[in-house]
């Protein structure tokens, strides 16, 4: 049987129920409370704020689920389901960046009619000016984006020329450093530079100092929309581009390809994707509008900011798409 001839439950695939009870237990520290020995449902529910007929029904249907066990009825105790909520459940809570993104997928239908995220329209600003209204959301992003969500990145970054010529590298849109911190442990001769906005730039320090790369690094507080810091060896562009429209991403490129100039080479991480991928569904794209483009169409976009391509290649645990500046446009 085929993929396309296997039995396929909608009525599953389209369950709102389940991720929405997971999302308000972890919203509701259940986990932690029963984690501490309060297990009987009258006692969550009052540590909880909670109404207890609500909250039992919820519990209770999670169990059927296989998330938490009910023994005897009204008591509950986690099971193994349970306890990875103690542990990787902090960026699902309602009340913070998981309540954004979780929110945000009730604007699909405007992006399918649009092309364009209905973010604003449900927070009342787009993405980034309401992380910079939101202090504490914004800082929940910058922790997803970093060790605390994605985990450590991967330092191996191979290049086509390799690293041994390179002396500088431009960390360009690299949030709080985890990525610029790691490619510095592996490359212990390189010095780094992050650009990022003011408020993850001024987290970034003491991940770098933890990662013993505080003395190789500086910072640049801007937006990378502005001229970047020049004459470096790399700029590297790790999971920019798929947060932006095609105007955005050639903008982008643009700043970098002048800050390169005449013999730095730029390296995209993300937003590129061989010819012949399907189209993905990213969250991205409802918060911010934004796209990945097939290699075929990226070097256009590379084209018009005064750039070629000159790799593009599948190097695990990265799809690597290498460039170089025109010597003239």
Sequence with gaps: MSSSDAVVDLWALSDLCTPWCIRVVVTLRI??????????IDALAAATSSNVD???????YLVTRGVFVEEPLGRFALNDAARGLLEGGAFLMLDGIGGRMSNAWSTLPTYVRTG???YAQMF?????????????????????????GHGTPDGSLRLISGWGSVRTLVDVGGGTGAMLAELLRVHPDVRGVLVDLPGPVERAADLFASAGVADRVSVSAQSFFDPLPAGADVYLLRKVLNDWPDEETVAILRRCADAARPSGTVVVLGGVVPDGTPRPLMIEMLLLGGRNNTVSEFRDLAGAAGLDVVAAEDRPPFFVVECRPRTTD
């Design 116 to 118: 364009k995220p209905g």
């Design 124 to 148: 009342g600003a787009p993405f980034w000016d309401d992380l910079d209204a939101n202090p504490d959301i914004a800082t929940d992003f910058d922790a997803l984006m970093s060790y605390a």
């Design 54 to 60: 609500a909250l039992h029904s919820v519990l209770s």
């Design 31 to 40: 986990a932690e409370h029963i984690d501490s020995g309060i297990s009987d």
